[in-house]
């Protein structure tokens, strides 16, 4: 009798209560940051996921990738500018944009959950006309083809979670008109999240999560309030990268979403430490103002 | 970040190909033994199957209960004689068998099992008829309401398996008089994997499975085919308590169950190391002839 | 051409009006007293309940088991002792209980019925947690495992009339900590019939029903209102067996059950009687306040 | 107590096998005769039709009308011809036929049953193109628009039933192009039972069943088999109206219906006789060759 | 290439966002007029009504039959008599009027549309009680078997349209007792329109539509809004063939009925044409006070 | 009345019994050449398209893209190498290829059909592992990441269509090891055709189809056997675009399709003319050897 085994058993058994406590939820993950970049990590996820599915539970995962897209455009010798941390998406690059995030990152997604389960089936904003996008206006500058959500249309996601899939989505919006729009991927998964009143929201980021003070490390806050949130965001003390997540976590739980979470998706299995750890890692944001 | 959690994950993530393997299939599992009897092993058994309804396993759990009917027969001043292994059970003693089985047994295993998930429902051959018996006539003795199994009408089991419940079962018949009757229930835990065609047959039992040699330890068989079994029966060499289980062994394989196993059941989590490990526990028969 | 022929054609034909009244409706009935005890009331009420469910009703059975309880401690030299009509429950009193209730009662009914068609499936409060019970406290004596319904989970009553069989129920119940308790089956039945929101509740017992005055059998009441039964219940002159019976028609009629009846289950074929006749028999309760 | 209620919930008592045996199946009932003309036995036969569907039999009625035909025929001064006991049908008469069967008789059976059970709705060989006809060709004269059937498209009729409702057929067969045929309702009747694969074919009629010796009503056959059907038919000694029920059982039993009966619809509920009794009345045809 | 496919092609993609928009509405037609006469007319309706049916429209067909009724009346030598537009109905006119509009026109229109796809289903009033009629009352006269509408039970309705069938529907209401009543069908499908909430109600007539002026062609009201029908009401000067319809239209809209319109079914394909084309046809009638 | 809206009426009735023909079948369409390109036939087909799916027919588009590849590739100075008509695909161009098939041609393909109706859904075959593809070797030379169709896994196809959906298809394999493969999109069209079984595949190509003689416009074959398909393929006459349209036709076929198309797509609605008319466009292949 192998030690190990049994130790595995005791593990299995050990995580029954959260099995059933998230039997049937739908959890919302926006993919980000380093584990969509590390090897390893983006294997995590992937397991993670297919875990999730198999023991009851319906992710939905959101993405962007900025990263591959600025590395394209570099290689295309375009010019790549940012005006308050959204990109300057003129036609030629918006379509570049779409390429990469619907035919390079979202399908690598896809691969490499398919491969441990043959579950995941990407869309965009397009299919089904799932993401309606409007232009986003900045009064001092003219960003382009970048938008924002005008409204979800779930019927797709719903369908293909009742067909037993996994929708995994890019993070490009259809206007009216036919025309793309480029959005960012936290205020997204926000508002599908919102719209399927999931039960949890979570972002995976590069650092734990939020800080009283970023400086002290130990200052991790584990629990807010929307309350909080709300002062967070007026203080104007977020950064770029983490204010649209911390916008996105008061729109969902604004939008009946009971739980929205920050966590660091460069440790190993963040999500399933988070769903099936009692502590939870990162930071929790609750409805209690 | 606990180490500890960490380790968790892995683990979960390296049952993943296992819970995948079995999604859906049907494990009828003949509980039995000390297993029944060790408080520890009885939380170990119910957490095991309620973890295999949340990963999507449907198991069905067959169970007797000699040692209790004894216990209760001797405090009732009742005479305790067996014949080839065979309770001679007359009238009163029947009544007995039932009540036992019935009242007390099967529903400390149901509410074993609901207090880590409300799933079980604890169902006897009277109920829908589930078990059809006849009288088990041995030429040279009456053994009064001892019975065989006639037909498995399946339908309260597909029925309560189809609403999300896992059936226990007490191995009393009825007969066409609506006699009850008193039936191995190795022998029924088989005729029901049969009639289910089940994916596994499992049988918890005090000792690690076959022997080429009973008294060598380490002459355990892991792996036995069908014609194997054959020769084993006609040998004459198992002991009266084992005979049965290779008889059922048997009769489900040829009964288009997938494989059978005996287990060690005094072994925590028992079920769990056979399904979720590669290796497995005990001896697994297959039909290869 | 039969005389007799046409004369049962005749009242099949009569029968339709109270047919097409009941089809597709909810009929609870607490069986009890001798009718579970003579031979032939027994095959009568299983005859009845089969006709019942072959023409589009929903009968759900509860029972509870005195005499059998009391016969057996006798027995097994146990003292039995009641306060207040309320059976002392010690640890091994209650495991005999269960098995006489469960174990040899239930079964017994299922059996019955389903001689005349396969249709019935015993449970019992711990079965899918059924009736889940807390301690019933007398301020003066402890009584042990007596318990009160806390609550019922109708699922698997929903579940096993959904798939064409008609539930019997014995009335123990389970706790949250998984210890049995002993509930009077009149409560469990009007518990279980307010739950279903039933059509119909219906006592069977030994007597024809409530009288003005006991002594005086031309003076039985053939319905009272819910407010006459609120006044009967302040006035304290029902007798120990009736009173759990009007408290149970009481707790059905405020939970929305129509109309809650006490008959008497000894004479043969009551419940057709009630059923397909106008002026029925016994008395009726309903909800006019 | 009313004695004569005690009787009549033992006679309902006494037809539970008969329910049980006929729980779910479909009856082809042929209505015509006096059944179709005497007021009470009108309303016995509506009764008897929707006692059938409430007790879970599926019942199925076929009409024609020829006594209203010939009424109103000669009422507008038609001359009304037959050969071989068919009617001669030009044009008019054949607008004729259909405005009586569909617009009158069908309606009025209809009618009645609805007001014992709102569970009947009338169709016409047109409805659905129910009833595909082509002429029926006599070798010595042109009978006009009188039919026989091509093809019975039975999804109406399914659908009908799965919806809870009693189908009422009225015998008029439509052709490819449209135009209207005056079929036997007989051999509608037989052909539809055999289409549903219905479980019971019964032919209404105004005599007791067939007769060895038709002079001597003590020569009532009451069992006869496909064979001894064969022998009748070829010893041309049927009159002319029992000719086509006999034809009509053979294609029916030929077509897998089980059994087919010859009753004396003028005996009140006739087919609750034959239904809820063994011995049953008139003559029962049988596949055994 | 032939230049007519091509703009065949080019005339069904110009329909597209008519079928989007009728895409799974209720219609429901009172066919009537010259369109139920004129053999082209007849088959331009039965074709529209596939049609509709086959892009996914739920037509619904109701009419009357009034020239037949008085066609075969005199033929017969019957007295036909009026008073204010409404048939003076003796009891032997009544079965006149339901053998024709039921056994004649009805299946008529059944067997064309059939002609075109299998596909009509012929209902009256009688069938499933879909339309339970009261005897219509004048003061100065007896009318005899004329009715009004109490109640339409849609069950029948709503079963066929979801087997896949269109519904065709002889305007003949039965009453309490089960006698037939003689209906105006107008008002017959404004009920039907009304209780099932359909999208449409559609009139045929002789006549383009309303007129400002009848005399003046070229006053055609092509929208008219529930107010100005109240005032057209009042006025007393709509003639009494399009009464009932004005009066149907204010009934069905105040039942949610979402438009109701007045067409020309003289011109071919008029239904197409009204759905089919932004401007319509006739006189539009929309809920705006 | 406008004449024009008479025609247009005539023209839909005109389209009925197409309508009919092809109610329920699926036809696969491999969309490309001129159509893909050119903004007026896009518009056509996209229309096309949502037509087919709102009169009941499921289309299913399969694409490839070779022009709009070749023109980033020549953007990013990548060398164009062709061997018998196949990409030389290495591993940056592989990517290349997914990110414009997937991420810009697919997607304007559903944006496209979506303005007209919001029915389509983008997948690849990674999506759910829509398409497994294996290398494709080529004795003489090494190819690279070309492919072919090792299997089909249509669950996602099945389950879009049931749900309402349109699907679109970019024609990338994923290999076991979850690389993509370019593979030619015939092929892929017919292997998907094949798997569905459906009853048209339809390719859209250039010319007006298959020609005895090339030079000479007046040969068009308007109707080949499979077994003159097969000659065609061993004469190595046809040129290398036409060739996988052939063999993609020969494995439909063989796969029991029932009918293969090859059309000139730069007609405008060739898709309407070949379904709508009798005399179709283009060739006609069929299973008659």
């Given at each position: 009798m192998n030690i190990n085994?049994?130790?595995?058993?005791?593990?299995?058994?050990?995580?029954?209560?959260?099995?059933?406590?998230?039997?049937?939820?739908?959890?919302?993950?926006?993919?980000?940051?380093?584990?969509?970049?590390?090897?390893?990590?983006?294997?995590?996820?992937?397991?993670?996921?297919?875990?999730?599915?198999?023991?009851?539970?319906?992710?939905?995962?959101?993405?962007?990738?900025?990263?591959?897209?600025?590395?394209?455009?570099?290689?295309?010798?375009?010019?790549v500018q940012f005006v308050q941390g959204l990109r300057i998406t003129d036609k030629e690059t918006m379509e570049l944009v779409k390429m990469v995030l619907v035919g390079k990152v979202n399908k690598e997604i896809v691969t490499l959950i398919n491969r441990h389960g043959r579950i995941a089936v990407g869309v965009s904003g397009d299919d089904a006309e799932l993401i309606v996008a409007r232009k986003f206006i900045l009064p001092e500058v003219d960003l382009g083809y970048v938008g924002e959500v005008e409204k979800i249309n779930p019927k797709i996601l719903e369908d293909l979670v009742g067909d037993g899939f996994t929708p995994v989505i890019a993070s490009v919006g259809v206007g009216d008109d036919g025309?793309?729009?480029?959005?960012?991927?936290?205020?997204?998964?926000?508002?599908?999240?919102?719209?399927?009143?999931a039960d949890k929201l979570i972002f995976l980021t590069d650092v734990d999560g939020l800080y009283k003070d970023f400086t002290d490390k130990s200052s991790l806050i584990s629990e807010l309030s929307l309350k909080d949130c709300d002062e967070l965001l007026k203080s104007n003390q977020l950064d770029k990268g983490m204010l649209p997540k911390v916008k996105g976590c008061v729109t969902a739980l604004e939008g009946d979403v009971k739980k929205a979470h920050i966590l660091?998706?460069?440790?190993?299995?963040?999500?399933?430490?988070?769903?099936?750890t009692d502590e939870g890692i990162g930071t929790m944001i609750t409805t209690s103002r």
């Open positions: 085994n049994v130790m595995r058993a005791e593990v299995l058994v050990h995580a029954l209560p959260y099995i059933k406590e998230y039997y049937g939820k739908t959890v919302v993950i926006k993919y980000g940051g380093n584990a969509m970049v590390d090897e390893k990590l983006k294997e995590s996820v992937a397991t993670d996921v297919v875990l999730m599915k198999y023991v009851g539970i319906n992710p939905i995962i959101v993405h962007g990738g900025g990263l591959d897209i600025t590395k394209i455009m570099k290689k295309m010798k375009k010019d025309q793309s729009y480029n959005i960012n991927a936290d205020l997204v998964a926000a508002e599908i999240a919102s719209t399927l009143k660091n998706g460069t440790i190993p299995h963040s999500l399933l430490l988070e769903i099936f």
